[in-house]
């Protein structure tokens, strides 16, 4: 029976035009994920209208109307394979929810493939993402040098825009020396599956090759048991049964549960996994389960499962590291937007701006600002107006991220560094 490949989630990250799209066309076509026909069909469309150059990130493009605008937005769940792994493409930031569900776990990337055009080198979206990415916790990165056809395969220009990179990476603290660099075209497609004649200087791997370099993350089954309910049931002959995925440690039968902020506890009876039953479930799994002593209105959704001897964390108040990704004007002490952590939507207010840091460096640049706006990076206190699980990024770093939302749209992500506990028990 073959075996299923282990499953990586890929952000492609980078600045605006640099060659995302392309790029996830370019390793969808080569790994053959997109049939040779489908692209020709591409091509000859793109071609009648004048754009004969966006065959392959048309590829991406799925709704008509942006094609004809000639941008991409919708890259989603876009699958290929190496043969160590099956990748899925998630969203990129700046595209519709991807930070909202990188935050509630829907789409958590493994890995980020940052997309850098050796013309232009490091923009501002190539600073944004890279230090976005490191404040979500996403541990690997691999970066591609695209448009290397654009300066001539001129290794000074590599060497230079690696330079500017390696700058940017040490600054948010991630090593350089242990990142992969790939000199690329995904237009022509140079480096992206086999080595290229086109650049006979260097000596690394391909895209490909360095995305089977990658390593598997480790399931956290060594933390404590957290399982944020997503939906309560009623199933007659059965009783209460919430169902959710188990985010860090194991769930286990006859174990002793308390859910936080309800403040109840339970016994887990019995634990469901694809309609069987299942003695344990590890981080990953989406599980219905039966526990003794919960009635149906005792829990909800945003409510946290943990063990009753290590309960969930209720926050009084929080102190977070947050980036401001998009307000509209300023940001201020009293602002009281809807917190998205885990599965709990809960408004809270930011009651103190205590520092202002510079995004790229985590350097203080002002004690105590009076407001924040779109770009900046803080260290703030926050009040949720009612009880709220979180935890501290540090020791559950899956229940440690948040989204910020307000009037449909994301206004900044952050991660939790202390907590003021309440007292629930
Ligand atoms: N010369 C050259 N052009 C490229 C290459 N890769 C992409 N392009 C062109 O660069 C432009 C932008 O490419 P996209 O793939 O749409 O860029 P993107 O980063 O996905 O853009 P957004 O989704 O709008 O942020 C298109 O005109 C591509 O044809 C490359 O390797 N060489």
């Known amino acids: 029976m073959a075996v299923e490949k282990p499953h990586m989630n890929l952000a492609v990250i980078g600045h605006i035009d640099h060659g995302k799209s392309t790029t996830v066309g370019r390793l969808l076509f080569e790994t053959g994920a997109v049939a040779p026909h489908i692209i020709e069909g591409f091509r000859k469309e793109a071609e009648s209208k004048g754009k004969g150059s966006f065959e392959f990130a048309w590829v991406m493009d799925s709704l008509k109307e942006e094609r004809e605008r000639g941008i991409t937005i919708d890259i989603a769940h876009k699958r290929f394979d190496t043969d160590k792994f099956y990748f899925t493409v998630v969203d990129c930031p700046g595209h519709r929810d991807f930070v909202k569900n990188m935050i509630t776990g829907a789409s958590q990337a493994d890995a980020a493939l940052l997309v850098v055009a050796a013309p232009d080198g490091v923009m501002e979206q190539t600073k944004e993402h890279v230090f976005l990415s490191r404040t979500l916790g996403i541990n690997q990165l691999i970066i591609g040098i695209n448009k290397m056809d654009a300066v001539k395969y001129d290794e000074k220009r590599y060497n230079e ?147 009753a001897d290590v309960p969930p964390t209720v926050a009084d108040e929080f102190i977070a590291q947050v980036v401001v990704l998009h307000h509209p004007s300023a940001l201020t002490v009293g602002y009281t937007p809807v917190f998205h952590c885990h599965t709990a939507q809960i408004a809270c207010t930011f009651v103190e701006l205590q520092k202002k840091l510079d995004p790229r460096t985590g350097q203080v640049k002002e004690e105590n600002p009076t407001f924040l706006k779109t770009g900046d990076a803080a260290i703030v206190k926050i009040k949720p107006t009612q009880p709220m699980v979180i935890e501290k990024v540090k020791e559950i770093p899956q229940l440690g991220r948040f989204a910020v939302r307000d009037m449909g749209s994301t206004i900044a992500a952050g991660v939790c560094i202390n907590i003021t506990p309440k007292q629930m028990r």
């Open 161 to 307: 825009v690696k330079e500017q990179l390696s700058q940017l990476l040490k600054m948010v603290g991630y090593k350089p020396e242990a990142i992969s660099f790939i000199p690329m075209s995904s237009f022509v497609g140079d480096n992206i599956s086999k080595p290229s004649a086109n650049t006979p200087w260097y000596k690394g791997n391909t895209l490909l090759a360095a995305l089977n370099t990658l390593t598997e993350p480790e399931k956290p089954t060594t933390l404590p048991m957290r399982l944020p309910i997503q939906d309560v049931y009623s199933i007659s002959g059965i009783g209460t049964v919430p169902v959710g995925r188990v985010e860090t440690g194991i769930m286990k039968k006859g174990m002793k549960v308390n859910f936080m902020p309800a403040n109840k506890d339970g016994e887990i009876k019995s634990i469901e996994m694809h309609h069987e039953e299942i003695p344990q479930a590890l981080p990953g799994d989406n599980v219905g389960f039966n526990v003794r002593g919960i009635g149906k209105g005792d829990i909800r959704r945003g409510d946290v499962c943990g063990p």
